[in-house]
């Protein structure tokens, strides 16, 4: 279908469903290519819909068999049935059951939406609207039902059976090689919450006591021979139960908790009640198959689907423009949990570089919108970097501005006051409304209004007044459908930092929350300090206290100061990235004089210096994060116009090499104190440690490309983990030559069994920074290791290329064409990872002329494609209006 003729979905259009299902029983046997599904609906009117309306089933490429209404055939003339819909035109007005049979054919289902085969095993993905896929069904969130699944396959294909809830029973299909297992869910879910696995898998299993006295049985299951990888995906998840219990008061509420892992899945894993499917890359660890960052993922990505539980599951979403109320919330609670776990401060660096690479680039080009969209047509679209990051920035402000206390206590509320119900925005900022006893109608504008905003800050210090007067102005740019902007509430945490440190904060402005912090919720806002005694430097946004771009305009030795003396971690890590970006944007733009950026890389390599020898060790994971130069793709969105990649890219090269090449000794000197640090353990300290390692090692690779191939080789050589060889293979994939090229023959070698690690080769050879890279994809796409069906093959090689900024953005379109084309030809089976790959469109607009140009003409080939997904065609639509 082309989105021409789909209808626009609008939030104001919401209505409550006319029929409720009460209870749903699913009788579903299990084969390759004919899976019988029957469906027992247990319907009533809804009170709060439109008496005597017709029952509009939602269907999507379904085969319909029979249907019975209280279980009696139902007459031809009174319902009909397409693929799409299954109408009864005129229903009891009372409660009924209709039973439906439906074939399906599991095997063929390349969407991986519905009930599919991956690797053999029976799986199901059902949000957004993947259960109509399965049976005719009320497929919205707001329709709440009890499920009881009979499970029925044959025995030697799919031993293990397993759907939500609890097993209540299981046994022989008497005279035949088939079993059964019964599944009940006592909790009333949405039917996106549904789920069933059916496959041969192994498992590790652990019992867990809740703090409130349950005894539940944990089980990761995955495939056959892998439970030597699953260990550390439990570990994670008894942790982040036991975080949840003591962060948060939430107990699990079943007596199972499976967690599966599957190699052919959309998006990272999906949070199905009591039976979380996973994608395997985010499930199995060994330290010779998972790299620290792997370790870290999976523990946030178990702990963020364990957290739906509450947050998505007890309490769902009343219609699909409420989804940040799970997802922002729940990535909110994930990134606590990690925090707590890990460096809090580390923690934050990662996740605002994460933000600003993806949310802000996504706010600043044609596919922005608000963490709360106001109309879609295609939903699977929205599961973006606003509606997750952006919308977990959301709740950290909110907690900022009303404090610890009233956050907890508003939780509190809101899991009492809306749990088993479907809910909204609304209601979620009700319960802090009342928690605090604030008014936070101008905070709700967080939900609806997108774009990144801007705050413009100067500060002005009165010697003989001893004050400092700090004037704040804020500006959001516009965002397609929304020219205007209003002013949103930004708590903006700060200090001023003296010579002795942090200044005591005095002052008798309104807008002086107290704790450091200052609420810019107008246009603008002038505070004055007093009993400043001496011309401070300040430091905004302490922690990233608010999602937005700062301006402010420090001269580099403050900002090293800050670097250096700054009380905020986060700001001080901030502090570097701002000198080497401000020196990056303007030898960046096209055609400046790179020569510029020598006196900044002097300036950088100094505090660097100095700071590697007398701090690095101390917290190593940190030193990683203040090494690592602001990615390529912040600093062509700061540039924001006329944008030449080869420019950005030469730019960032270079100052990496005159920032490296005086680090040299001392880079050396610490990569020795530091060690391999012996066996392999996951820990956040020893990761820390490789992380500091490895960042040197890409240094050292630019600066010095002879040293760098030695001390790559002999890491790959003598490292026993992941982690280390990949480092290795990443600084290689910096130096071209015969050296290289060894190793990613050696690599392919070494890991020519592990797919998930091959993905990793995949990507680093994709991301390589020359003219060559196009062509070793397009080889690269007939090596075995490789396939178009899976989408972790196709996100790691044909996704890696596509964030490769300077070989995507090649000035002769030729990355443009190659990874259309390839949506296109990917879209006819699976446009859920077609149209997430066209996002790497997403900010084209802001091209130099040339580029732009060629790029719009690729967006415009798919955009007039026959016969394009929804999914496909939502986006080329959005991209080039
Ligand atoms: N709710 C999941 C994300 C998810 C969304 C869609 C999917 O299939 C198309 C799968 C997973 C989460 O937030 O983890
Ligand atoms: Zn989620």
Redesign the pocket.
């Known amino acids: 279908m082309r989105t021409d003729d789909a209808p626009l979905i609008r939030l104001e259009d919401y209505r409550p469903s006319d029929w409720l299902i009460d209870t749903v029983d699913l009788d579903i046997s299990l084969h390759p290519h004919q899976t019988q599904v029957r469906a027992l609906l247990g319907l009533r009117p809804n009170p709060a819909g439109q008496p005597g309306a017709p029952l509009v089933l939602d269907g999507d490429d379904l085969t319909l068999g029979r249907v019975q209404l209280d279980g009696a055939a139902l007459d031809d003339a009174a319902y009909s049935a397409t693929s799409q819909a299954l109408t009864v035109h005129a229903p009891p007005q009372r409660g009924f059951t209709l039973t439906i049979e439906t074939t399906l054919d599991p095997a063929v289902n390349t969407k991986?939406?519905g009930l599919y085969r991956s690797s053999k095993v029976y799986c199901t993905?059902?949000?957004?609207d993947?259960f109509r896929r399965i049976t005719y069904f009320l497929d919205r969130p707001d329709v709440m039902s009890v499920y009881t699944v009979r499970l029925e396959a044959a025995k030697a294909e799919a031993p293990v059976l397993l759907s939500n809830g609890n097993l209540v029973a299981a046994g022989e299909v008497a005279g035949s090689d088939r079993h059964f297992a019964v599944w009940h869910d006592p909790h009333p879910k949405p039917a996106y919450l549904f789920a069933l696995v059916g496959g041969a898998l192994d498992k590790v299993r652990e019992d867990y006591v809740t703090a409130d006295g349950h005894k539940v049985e944990l089980a990761v299951y995955v495939e056959p021979g892998k439970a030597g990888r699953a260990g550390w995906a439990m570990d994670s998840l008894r942790r982040c139960m036991r975080w949840d219990e003591a962060v948060f008061g939430r107990n699990y509420d079943l007596d199972v908790f499976n967690v599966v892992a599957v190699s052919d899945?959309?998006?990272?894993?999906?949070?199905n009640k009591g039976l979380n499917i996973f994608n395997d890359k985010y499930v199995l660890a060994d330290p010779q198959t998972a790299t620290d960052g792997d370790y870290a993922s999976i523990e946030a990505?178990i702990a963020?689907?364990y957290f739906?539980n509450w947050t998505?599951n007890r309490i769902t979403c009343r219609d699909w423009f409420q989804l940040c109320l799970?997802?922002g919330l729940?990535?909110f609670r994930d990134q606590e949990f990690s925090s707590d776990e890990r460096s809090r401060s580390v923690k934050r660096i990662a996740d605002v570089r994460t933000l600003r690479t993806t949310q802000f680039s996504e706010d600043a080009g044609p596919l922005a919108h608000p963490v709360r969209p106001r109309a879609y047509k295609e939903i699977?679209n929205f599961?973006t970097p606003t509606v997750?990051e952006k919308g977990a920035e959301v709740i950290r402000m909110l907690k900022t501005l009303i404090g610890e206390d009233a956050f907890r206590a508003g939780m509190d509320l809101y899991f009492e006051r809306c749990d088993g119900t479907a809910a909204t925005i609304e209601e979620f900022l009700a319960c802090f409304a009342e928690s605090s006893g604030k008014d936070l109608g101008h905070f709700a504008r967080w939900y609806e209004q997108a774009g990144t905003p801007t705050i413009v800050a100067t500060g002005r210090y009165d010697a003989a007044a001893r004050s400092y007067t700090l004037d704040l102005a804020q500006t959001t740019p516009p965002t397609p459908g929304q020219p205007e902007k209003q002013p949103v509430v930004l708590p903006v945490s700060l200090g001023l930092v003296g010579k002795a440190g942090d200044i005591p904060l005095k002052t008798g402005s309104n807008a002086y929350a107290g704790d450091g912090l200052i609420v810019l919720d107008q246009p603008s806002v002038s505070v004055t300090f007093t009993d400043v005694m001496e011309p401070p430097i300040p430091s905004l946004l302490r922690g990233f206290s608010a999602p937005v771009r700062l301006e402010l305009d420090l001269a580099d030795a403050d900002l090293l100061r800050l670097f250096s003396a700054d009380s905020d971690s986060f700001n001080r890590w901030q502090a570097l990235q701002s000198v080497a970006t401000r020196a990056l944007v303007s030898a960046g733009r096209k055609g400046a004089d790179q020569r510029a950026l020598s006196a900044t890389a002097g300036a950088l390599a100094g505090a660097l210096d100095d700071f590697l020898r007398e701090q690095a060790l101390a917290d190593p994971a940190f030193a990683a994060q203040v090494l690592r130069l602001p990615a390529l793709a912040d600093i062509a969105r700061e540039i924001g116009g006329d944008v030449d990649p080869s420019a950005i890219h030469a730019a960032h090269r270079s100052l990496a090499a005159t920032i490296g090449t005086p680090l040299v000794p001392v880079l050396l000197e610490l990569r020795e104190a530091l060690g391999t640090g012996g066996h392999y353990k996951p820990d956040a300290t020893s990761a820390g440690r490789r992380a500091l390692r490895n960042e040197m090692l890409g240094l050292i690779a630019i600066a010095d490309p002879a040293r760098g191939t030695q001390l790559a080789e002999s890491q790959f050589a003598e490292s026993d983990n992941l982690t280390d060889r990949l480092a290795a293979l990443a600084a290689m994939t910096l130096i071209p030559g015969a050296a290289r090229e060894q190793l990613i023959e050696r690599f392919a070698k070494t890991y020519a069994d592990e797919p998930l690690v091959l993905d990793k080769w995949l990507m680093a050879q994709a991301l390589i920074a020359e003219a060559g890279t196009l062509e070793r994809v397009k080889s690269l796409m007939q090596h075995p290791a490789f396939s178009l069906g899976n989408p972790n093959r196709v996100r790691s090689l044909i996704g890696g290329f596509a964030a490769n900024l300077t070989q995507f953005n090649r000035p002769d379109g030729a990355g443009y064409g190659f990874v259309a084309d390839i949506v296109i030809a990917l879209d006819r089976s699976n446009p859920?990872v077609a149209s997430r790959l066209l996002g790497s469109f997403k900010s084209w607009r802001m091209l130099e002329p040339g580029r732009k140009a060629l790029a719009e003409q690729a967006l415009a080939m798919v955009a007039r494609t026959p016969n394009l997904s929804r999914d496909v065609s939502d986006i080329a639509e959005r991209a080039l209006a």
Do not use: D, R, S
């Not at 993905?125 to 957004?128: D, G, H, L, P, V």
């Open positions: 991986l939406m993905q059902c949000e957004a993947g899945f959309n998006m990272g894993a999906m949070e990505i963020h689907e739906h998505g799970k997802e729940t990535v699977n599961y997750y859920q």
